[in-house]
């Protein structure tokens, strides 16, 4: 089993559901991130109880070399969108796309399976593959 397999077993043994794992650079710092989702919400209780167990789990198996910060957070409301399931879950929401050509676009997912998306735009409904796609997130109107 693979470590993101494992990671995953952890965060659903808590009734969440894994969302994805990013590597970031912050201020000199390197950040193991595990993003987490769950019907109703993910709460801050939640997200140390996960990094609770996490922890000592990630000092037998490290994610990587050298020193990192764990950190165990929700996607939030504006998130990114990589994985078919990412996006299958999003339908309804609005968008931000940015092809791997440099266009971009906004509107609402209208359609999502294993081969692209579809996306409602002032122009009409487009539809990429996911070959197509550089980084897509939600957004939210403030």
Request: aromatic content about 8%; some cysteine.
């Amino acid at each position: 089993m693979n470590l993101e397999a494992q990671i995953s077993k952890i965060v659903e043994a808590n009734g969440a559901a894994l969302y994805d794992i990013e590597t970031a650079n912050e201020f000199d710092e390197t950040i193991y991130r595990v993003l987490i989702t769950k019907t109703g919400g993910v709460n801050l209780d939640l997200c140390a109880t996960i990094s609770n167990e996490l922890s000592p789990f990630l000092d037998v198996h490290p994610p990587m070399n050298g020193h990192y910060r764990l950190e165990v957070s929700s996607p939030g409301i504006e998130r990114k969108l990589s994985k078919p399931i990412h996006f299958q879950n999003a339908i309804g929401e609005k968008v931000k796309v940015k092809l791997l050509g440099g266009d971009k676009l906004k509107g609402v997912l209208k359609a999502a399976d294993d081969k692209g998306i579809t996306v409602e735009t002032k122009q009409g409904e487009e539809s990429y593959s996911y070959s197509d796609l550089g980084t897509v997130k939600t957004y939210f109107e403030w």
